[in-house]
């Protein structure tokens, strides 16, 4: 996987190199085009080919996702601030956590802790339980629900 990703990032430079623009949208540009060239031209079927053609477009993914939800959280968090009315209702979650690993748990715990209106207050000892603050609660169960099918079960797909 290794191998495939310095393949990709020597042929981004080599389109830079080529073109002349060193912009970063040119680099992203080539980057996205020498991925479709070494996925058209991979030979060798094996797992870690197959692992990294499928966890490149992962990653992307969730790089929007994470943005939108951003994009998201800080607007409520603005329209709150700046309407006279009071809109929040503040708790504190107790999160099951499908992550096992440490570096999984403070990936995910940093990620939740991006987005407004939410922060990471501490984890279990036996690292199985997230507590979360939260300023807009509303429901419980769906909250969970929303942060175990979106950050976590997409952060897991990249990571696994």
Do not use: C
Request: glycine share 4%.
């Amino acid at each position: 996987m290794i191998k495939q990703f310095l393949m990709n990032v020597m042929l981004s430079f080599i389109w830079v190199g080529l073109t002349g623009s060193f912009l970063f949208v040119n680099f992203f540009f080539g980057f996205i085009l020498s991925y479709f060239i070494l996925m058209l031209m991979s030979r060798d079927n094996t797992s870690a080919s197959k692992q990294y053609f499928d966890r490149i477009p992962r990653i992307i993914s969730f790089i929007f996702y994470f943005i939108y939800e951003l994009i998201k959280a800080n607007l409520q968090v603005a329209y709150d601030v700046v309407t006279p009315k009071f809109f929040m209702k503040p708790a504190i979650v107790r999160f099951p956590l499908t992550a096992t690993s440490e570096f999984e748990i403070n990936l995910l715990a940093n990620i939740i802790s991006l987005t407004p209106g939410t922060l990471i207050l501490d984890v279990s000892n036996d690292k199985k339980v997230l507590y979360i603050h939260v300023m807009y609660m509303t429901d419980k169960d769906s909250f969970i629900k929303y942060l175990q099918n979106g950050f976590e079960k997409k952060l897991l797909a990249i990571l696994r």
